[in-house]
């Protein structure tokens, strides 16, 4: 298999699916991940009608199971994995401000991007310039929410703390990695209009998939162990 293969999670719609959309527009292999099966079918085949190889798979990365299926598939079919994108997320502070809705937020976007990632090293470190790439947001940089009152205004418990953890997690993967073929970045998409986002977003979702797939393609001297909007690097 000389093309090739990247994985992205909650890839059924938004920033997730464009990445994929942009991936395979540079003809690498996607692999569409998401919670419910018919969602990643209906996601794959709109890429597909844009002749983009694209495939489903489920994949809740909350759930052992899935994962230790998706390494197993990935691994049969292709023998190696050159892109991760760990875009699944959740926001749930809407919900209020206590240890339950810390605890789920953490289950998705640190430790399910932990679990997934981990599962998938050996495959990773099969491919000859392998790529790890954690969504993480603006919220997760300490310094910029103790620094800019715009941010400030705008961290909330769960998510921010999540994605900080996911920020120093990063840090923390690339330091493992060294020496290796991989290379492990964290990205703040910008402030797009997604479900998440809202519609009073300043982004358009192609320009949120844009540094994701910036850092998945990146080139054998490009960085590791960064955070970054685009190709500039921000503050943890």
């Known amino acids: 298999m000389t093309k090739k293969i990247a994985l992205i999670t909650g890839a059924n719609k938004g920033i997730g699916l464009e990445i994929g959309r942009q991936l395979g527009q540079q003809g690498i292999l996607v692999l569409l991940g998401a ?3 018919h969602k990643a079918e209906n996601a794959a085949k709109q ?3 844009e002749e983009i190889e694209a495939y489903p798979i489920e994949l809740d990365v909350t759930d052992p199971g899935h994962i230790q299926q998706v390494v197993a598939k990935i691994g049969q079919e292709y023998g190696k994995l050159d892109i991760l994108v760990n875009n699944a997320g959740i926001y749930l502070d809407h919900e209020g401000n206590n240890t339950d ?3 789920r937020t953490f289950d ?4 399910g991007a932990h679990a997934l990632t981990e599962a998938l090293l050996p495959l990773l470190k099969a491919s000859p310039e392998g790529r790890i790439v954690n969504q ?8 910029t929410i103790l620094t800019n009152d715009m941010y ?3 961290a909330v418990p769960a998510y921010t703390v999540s994605k900080a953890a996911l920020n120093a997690w990063t840090a923390q993967l690339s330091i493992t990695l060294r020496g290796s073929n991989l290379k492990v970045n964290a990205c703040h998409p910008g402030w797009v209009k997604t479900d998440m986002g809202g519609q009073n977003a300043l982004m ?3 320009e949120g998939a844009e540094t994701a797939v ?3 393609t990146l080139p054998n001297d490009g960085p590791s162990g960064g955070f970054f909007h685009k190709s500039e690097p921000l503050p943890w």
């Open 204 to 206: 358009e979702i192609q």
């Open 136 to 143: 993480s947001s603006i919220l997760g940089s300490i310094t």
């Open 47 to 49: 890429l597909r009608d």
């Open 35 to 37: 919670r419910d099966m």
């Open 152 to 154: 400030a205004g705008g």
């Open 108 to 111: 998705v976007n640190i430790f």
């Open 214 to 216: 910036y850092l998945a």
């Open 101 to 103: 809705v810390m605890r």
